[in-house]
T-cell receptor, first 113, second 115 residues
Framework: DAKTTQPPSMDCAEGRAANLPCNHSTISGNEYVYWYRQIHSQGPQYIIHGLKNNETNEMASLIITEDRKSSTLILPHATLRDTAVYYCIVRVFSYNQGGKLIFGQGTELSVKP | GAVVSQHPSWVICKSGTSVKIECRSLDFQATTMFWYRQFPKQSLMLMATSNEGSKATYEQGVEKDKFLINHASLTLSTLTVTSAHPEDSSFYIC???????????FGQGTRLTVV
């Protein structure tokens, strides 16, 4: 699976949009971009995933560049509860695979009042 | 999303004893579950892949005789830390995937402290 690079930490003001970048320059054509987050002392939580089109769900939006070498996770109106470590992971999309994920260091997002 | 439950949430044990951690998929069947370990201020590290009805697949550097994994049914996997030592103190997390989806769901984690 391709490696990802994320900034180690970011701050965001409460109520503002949080934009978390991720570089995955070695991503291959059959690899999807997944985002998870981990609130302190809890298990990771799935947020969103995509291949090449932008995706949106009730939690966030995912913007993937045309060359697919980078992406941005957008939390449109960050709240204090969004303070967490956010992980960007690229992996092959497969219903047959079990769901093995290799985590990088992630971005520690601090949402401040 | 699907629910994965771990038990216990935390455990303290004496050095040299064994500890069993359970991981259950509550509303779906999982032929494959995964076990991770996380030390303070570090990312999750994949330890092993647990396959229902067959032996687990361990990542490089993980001692299979120390971390025993059993996947007895489609909804239960267990991780037993044998002869635990203080350096085994960590946050252990399991995950599983509902075959109808491609995203994995995680348990809430188990905090193990070996004294």
């Amino acid at each position: 699976d391709a490696k990802t690079t994320q900034p180690p930490s970011m701050d965001c003001a409460e109520g503002r949009a949080a934009n978390l970048p991720c570089n995955h320059s070695t991503i291959s054509g059959n690899e999807y971009v997944y985002w998870y987050r981990q609130i302190h002392s809890q298990g990771p939580q799935y947020i969103i995933h995509g291949l090449k089109n932008n995706e949106t769900n009730e939690m966030a939006s995912l913007i993937i560049t045309e060359d697919r070498k980078s992406s941005t996770l957008i939390l449109p109106h960050a709240t204090l509860r969004d303070t967490a470590v956010y992980y960007c992971i690229v992996r092959v999309f497969s219903y047959n695979q079990g769901g093995k994920l290799i985590f990088g260091q992630g971005t520690e997002l601090s949402v401040k009042p | 999303g699907a629910v994965v439950s771990q038990h216990p949430s935390w455990v303290i044990c004496k050095s040299g004893t064994s500890v069993k951690i359970e991981c259950r998929s509550l509303d779906f069947q999982a032929t494959t579950m995964f076990w991770y370990r996380q030390f303070p201020k570090q990312s999750l590290m994949l330890m092993a892949t647990s396959n229902e009805g067959s032996k687990a697949t361990y990542e490089q550097g993980v001692e299979k005789d120390k971390f025993l994994i059993n996947h007895a049914s489609l909804t239960l996997s267990t991780l037993t830390v044998t002869s635990a030592h203080p350096e085994d103190s960590s946050f252990y997390i399991c995950s599983a995937r509902d075959l109808g989806t491609t995203e994995a769901f995680f348990g809430q984690g188990t905090r193990l402290t070996v004294v």
